[in-house]
């Protein structure tokens, strides 16, 4: 043995896993946080380092704007059912996204909401009314809505998921049959209550349009800068401890009933802060305005956007909301939205290159091949006009087929198009390029002959589909983060 | 004395359709701990089925074919395509979540129903769809007791009942397929490890959940004559507080809060007012879900850690 030592063996270089400290799977999934490929990934890692509360300011100077460069009449009601729904859904966050407790009568809150400030702000009560100032009767009403949260809330200590779900959903139904039925001369029945007085903000009562959208973009923002600080404070914590196993949260000191009851609590006084405001822009509520179709909205915008997240729940409610209420509206844009939406996830999700031009080829010519034997059998298979109109309508017109009795084939059509659909999901990846061009042929079939006609019924759909398709393909929503699922 | 046992009667028939909607509502909860939001949907879509095999036959008052033919023929077409139905849409939406965590399903599932009803409002329009079932069944041809009248849709609607009621408690006691079953509810990962084909099994509690749906949808369609889209929310809503009260996954509590349901509805009808039913039904559901959340058969579930 020599006593210049030689350098000691060399081993493998020592793991890169977790540091002392921290837990093996959260370092693992920082670790493996994924970027965009090439500079995309380095502008992301960049805006990754802006903190939160410069982009939230920055976001909400943006839509603040948006009225001055000409939003204006139906636009304008767009943005401000929009920002509402974006409102609710970060309020929903709280509960379903945070503690993971399943509220399906979160709409009741909402009615509850505007249905106090309703009472408190016109001439329904009494023989004048009560018209309290606004700055005493909003938080007068969250805090009466936060109280009944509580109350709706109490099962939850004793009910485990699915039964609370139930326990909510009937206080959901119960509202809408409540307001509908029980007193009548305060509630209004079916009627609602209408004449109900502006909001005032330091003394001026907002009357416009324009104002109310202003007024929801600074309670939007408010409330997300809120509920962010919220987020990582020891209540935030806690209530991500109970979601993610209440069992153990217990153990370590957390009370988990009282966590609980304050994510109920402070979920429904949002969604009463929304539904005053709502309240007050349309000047009248009614008791359809709470229905659980605009509750499965609230929870498709949180679902798109991603539970847990509260950039996500925001930007998944404004973008449904846009989709749903403006874009779905008008022929020419929702004809712009579906094709668009189609050739978009095609040119994402198909690779290669050459895959992708394969199926847009065959697709192609397919229609035309189609179009033109269905033609030469008989005149009455082509005799129908496209509902698209303009560039689409011209573009499309000798590739779609729409027959003289187009319902009835649009309905066969739709009933063999979701079938395709989900035998696309179920078959190995060659067979799916197969199947790919028939099934985009007979989408545009489908929208032509009977989606596009019936706008009212395709946006509810496509809110079913939101649901169903997010749930199993990206659960944790556009802007969520995956989370670790202790598997049980 | 009369009006009582008129609405008695009234009350268990409406219940025994509850029951066998509550019944594969309580199923699917059993294998799959899964709350099949979309099973009232299901119940829809058997009336609708109901209804186009009558146009199909020529209409319900110029019928081609022989009355019990057609019933026979409405029955097994519609329990075979919804059943078809629900095990696609096991297969499609819910097999690929089963070890998500437990509120993907839920959601799921309420876009399954969304999107039922809304395909059923593009398909069929929401016009009401009549049945006229008085044109081809006599509604004078039924029994008569005092002044309490059982009309022969009603007699067919219990006798149906009872037989599938007991004919599915039989095939989970008695069969193999059943054994499988109550082995997949109790434990399905143990179940597995077993050589039972859990895929399999719960698919087929699929198809037998979603067929009693859609039979039910075909009775509905007898008794009250009306369809629309949207009839399966409320149904849905109804067997889901009668598995509940019952104690949900288990199958006689499935029954018994489905005529418990029933009975409570048309009495409140008859003796309160028809505004309130649904409120007194939700209210009784919230109540019995506060004192005894296990139901009144169900037993309470040990947490296991």
């Known amino acids: 043995m020599s006593l210049d030592s030689p350098l000691p063996p060399a081993g493998p270089p020592p793991p890169a896993g977790p540091q002392v400290g921290a837990d093996e799977w959260v370092a693992r999934e920082a670790h493996r946080r994924e970027y965009l490929p090439s500079w995309l990934g380095r502008a992301q890692r960049q805006a990754e380092r802006v903190g939160w509360w410069p ?52 709409v009741a809150f909402f009615g509850c909401g505007a249905y106090g400030f309703a009472l408190v702000s016109s001439g329904q009560v009494g023989a004048n009314g009560i018209h309290l100032p606004s700055y005493l009767s909003i938080p007068l009403v969250m805090l009466a809505t ?57 003394g001026h009562p907002i009357t416009s349009n324009t104002g109310y959208y202003l007024l929801l973009v600074v309670v939007l923002v408010v409330t997300m800068a809120v509920l962010r ?93 846009v989709i749903y209420d403006g874009l779905l509206r008008s022929p020419t844009d929702s004809g712009y939205l579906f094709y668009g939406l189609i050739l978009l996830t095609l040119v994402v999700k198909l690779r290669p ?37 303009g560039w689409i309508g011209s573009a499309l017109r000798d590739w779609v087929i729409v027959p003289a009795n187009a319902a009835t084939a649009g309905n066969w059509g739709f009933v063999a198009l979701v079938c395709l659909l989900i035998a696309l999901v179920q078959v190995s990846s060659r067979t799916r390029t197969i199947l790919l061009p028939p099934t985009l042929y007979l989408a545009a079939f489908v929208w ?6 019936e706008p009212a019924v395709t946006r509810q759909l496509l809110i079913g589909a939101i649901l169903i398709v997010m749930m199993n393909a990206r659960p944790q929503g556009l802007l969520g983060q995956r989370r670790v699922e202790a598997i049980t | ?129 009549v049945y006229n079932t008085a044109d081809f069944i006599s509604l004078s041809s039924g029994i008569t007791i005092g002044s309490v009248t059982i009309d022969s849709v009603q007699i067919m609607v219990l006798v149906l009942g009872l037989v599938l009621t007991v004919g599915l408690r ?93 009975v409570a509805e048309s009495m409140i009808t008859g003796y309160i007012s028809s505004t309130f039913t649904n409120l007194f039904v939700f209210a009784l559901l919230i109540v019995v879900m506060l004192v005894r959340p296990s139901g009144l058969l169900g037993r309470a579930q040990l947490q296991k850690v």
Do not use: C
């Not at chain 1, 920055?58 to 729904?85: E, K, M, T």
């Not at chain 2, 409405?74 to 059943?83: C, I, K, S, T, Y």
């Not at chain 2, 949207?230 to 019952?246: E, P, Q, S, Y």
């Open chain 1, 55 to 106: 982009r939230l300011a920055l976001a909400g100077l943006a839509a603040a704007a948006l009225p001055l460069i000409g939003l204006g009449g139906f636009q304008l009601q767009v943005g401000i059912d929009a920002l509402v729904v974006a409102l609710l859904a970060v309020g929903l966050n709280i509960t379903v996204g945070w503690t993971g407790l399943l509220d399906l009568g979160y």
């Open chain 1, 146 to 202: 936060a109280a009944l949260g509580v109350l709706v809330g109490l099962p939850s200590r004793r009910l485990v998921g699915d039964y609370l779900a139930i326990v909510t959903l009937f206080f959901g139904e119960a509202f809408v049959e409540f307001t509908n039925n029980v007193a009548p001369n305060t509630l209004g029945g079916p009627n609602g209550i209408v004449g109900i007085d502006p909001i005032s903000v330091f």
């Open chain 1, 229 to 321: 600080l919220l987020e990582f404070s020891r209540t935030g914590r806690a209530w991500r401890a109970v979601r993610e196993d209440p069992l153990a949260a217990g153990s370590m000191t957390i009370p988990v009933d009282r966590v609980k009851l304050m994510a109920f609590a402070f979920g429904a006084a949002v969604a009463a802060l929304a539904g005053s405001i709502f309240a007050a822009q349309q000047i009248s509520v009614f008791p359809t305005d709470f229905d659980t179709p605009f509750l499965i909205l609230i929870y498709a915008g949180l679902i798109l956007g991603g539970a847990g997240s509260i950039a996500g729940a925001a930007t998944g409610a404004l973008l449904i909301m």
């Open chain 1, 353 to 389: 290159w050459r895959r992708l031009g394969l199926v847009l080829g065959a697709t192609l010519a397919l229609g035309f091949a189609v179009h033109a034997i269905a033609a030469a059998i008989s005149a009455r298979a082509v005799a129908g006009s496209l509902s698209s109109t």
């Open chain 1, 448 to 453: 032509e002959t009977r989606l596009s006609v």
């Open chain 2, 1 to 129: 004395m009369g009006f009582f046992f008129q609405e008695l009667v009234n009350g268990i028939t409406t219940g025994a359709l509850y029951s066998l909607v509550a019944l594969g509502f309580s199923m699917v909860y059993g294998v799959l701990k899964l709350l099949n939001f979309a099973h009232g949907d299901l119940y829809m879509v058997g009336a609708y089925v109901g209804f186009f095999v009558i146009q199909w036959f020529g209409g319900p008052s110029a019928l081609t074919i022989s009355v019990p033919l057609l019933l026979l023929i409405m029955f097994v077409l519609a329990g075979g395509l919804v059943g078809g139905l629900g095990v696609a849409i096991e297969r499609f939406a819910y097999r690929p979540l089963r070890d998500a965590p437990r509120i993907a399903p839920l959601i799921t599932a309420i876009g399954i129903s969304f999107f039922l009803e809304n395909a059923a409002l593009l398909l069929f329009g929401a016009q009401f769809r």
């Open chain 2, 170 to 262: 039989e095939l989970v006691n008695r069969t193999k397929l059943g054994k499988q079953m109550r082995a997949v509810a109790a434990d399905r990962e143990a179940a597995e490890m077993m050589g039972i084909n859990v895929n399999f099994t719960i698919a087929a509690t699929f198809f037998l959940g979603s067929a009693l749906a859609g039979v039910a949808g075909v009775m509905g369609g007898l008794l009250f004559n009306q369809v629309t889209p949207t009839i399966g929310f409320i149904v849905g809503l109804k067997a889901f507080t009668a598995a509940v009260v019952g104690g949900i996954g288990s199958l006689p509590g499935a029954m018994l809060g489905g005529l418990l349901i029933g």
